[in-house]
């Protein structure tokens, strides 16, 4: 999954960048309003990590614009928005939560609560109630990082686990090699490399018994037992 951190200080977003990546996510940072407005127009997020106070404007102020419409992003659906600030007074939860985000923690955190929330944000999307994804064989557990093909553990590189995520949560249907790049990867990531393709591939032979299908011209499919 792929995430936009807006916050302003550089430390807090360097190290919410590596935690996150750590995890498996790619993550992109945004320091103020308008580098944020640029980076929400041209790539597709799952997820908002926002801060209210900005330096050339509030959080408050871009989630309400994201959510009427004031700007367009790409994808079928906005991303989900939850919002990181030192402001935890009642009135600007209520603000926050009545202006668009779908969450709200306030400073000091801990990431293992943030990790958390996310999963639950995420989940959401995925119409699913539990942070163990499953397809015929396969698990994928998204809070321990852990996954099994009929049982057996696999060893997957963080990428491998992205890709394969993002397949079990489209099971049976086409995903582009542009939709794995812009979900799995940030944006530093060269979109004319054969990345894609490469972590693709490598996954499938740890997968085994052809579960990931390649549809000429189109993209990769996961495909359901049948």
């Not at 959401?124 to 064989?137: C, E, N, P, Q």
Request: aromatic content about 6%; some cysteine.
């Amino acid at each position: 999954m792929r995430l936009l951190v807006v916050e302003d200080e550089e430390d807090l977003a360097e190290g919410l960048r590596v935690g996150l990546a750590r995890n498996g996510y790619a993550v992109d940072v945004a320091g103020d309003t308008t580098q944020a407005y640029d980076r929400l127009t041209v790539n597709e997020y799952d997820l908002l990590l926002l801060d209210i106070n900005l330096p050339d404007g509030d959080g408050f102020t871009l989630c309400r614009a994201l959510r009427d419409g004031e700007f367009t992003t790409p994808g079928d659906t906005e991303p989900r928005v939850l919002m990181l600030t030192a402001r935890g007074t009642l009135d600007d939860r209520v603000r926050g939560l009545d202006g668009g985000a779908d969450d709200y923690l306030v400073k000091p955190f801990h990431l293992a609560e943030l990790l958390a929330r996310i999963r639950a944000l995420l989940r959401r999307d995925s119409g699913g109630g539990t942070a163990v994804l499953t397809v015929g064989g396969l698990a994928l557990d998204t809070a321990r990082h852990t996954a099994a093909a009929g049982g057996v553990p696999l060893a997957l590189t963080p990428k491998e686990f992205g890709v394969l995520e993002y397949l079990m949560r489209r099971p049976g249907h086409v995903v582009s090699s542009e939709e794995l790049l812009e979900h799995v990867w940030d944006a530093n990531a060269d979109p004319f490399t054969q990345t894609v393709r490469v972590t693709v591939g490598t996954l499938r032979r740890k997968l085994g018994g052809g579960s990931i299908e390649t549809v000429v011209g189109r993209g990769y499919r996961l495909r359901e037992p049948a």
